[in-house]
């Protein structure tokens, strides 16, 4: 989702969710950013512009946004978590060679998982979301 600042103020309202500076900021990088960055990316892209804005800022930002429902997270194979700013129902190609993370919708694919997951049942498991990586390698690579 690419947003201008004042769409993201718009969000943000919508979200009962107080504007500052920057919330605004680290949201608009994480827009601007198309591989799921991590916190460290998002910190030297944010410090761009805004190098007053502490790394302790931006991960309680980081929270606030994924527990808002603004961003998600997205984990890769290493430990480190990445965010992701399309909030619309998608899957991920992960790239094993290059650690890039490309968004992957497939209404059909939505469907086939949705169908199988209410048609069985995991004993003491309440599904809440269905959300693939898909593993593999980009040709570029």
Do not use: W
């Not at 059909?108 to 995991?122: A, G, Q, R, T, V």
Request: aromatic share 8%; hydrophobic share 35%; with cysteine.
């Amino acid at each position: 989702m690419k947003s201008s600042s004042k769409n993201i103020r718009q969000l943000f309202v919508e979200k009962g969710l107080k504007i500052t500076p920057q919330r605004v900021a680290i949201l608009e990088a994480i827009y601007k950013s198309d591989n799921h960055p991590c916190a460290d990316n998002i910190i030297k892209l944010v410090h761009k512009d805004h190098p007053n804005i502490a790394k302790g800022t931006v991960y309680k930002v980081l929270d606030t946004l994924v527990e808002s429902g603004l961003i998600q997270k997205v984990q890769a194979d290493t430990e480190v978590m990445r965010y992701d700013g399309v909030t619309k129902k998608h899957h991920h190609l992960y790239c094993s060679e290059c650690a890039t993370i490309k968004d992957y919708y497939d209404e059909d694919l939505d469907k086939i998982l949705e169908n199988h997951f209410n048609n069985i049942k995991i004993d003491g498991f309440k599904i809440e979301d269905l959300v693939l990586q898909i593993k593999g390698r980009f040709d570029k690579c």
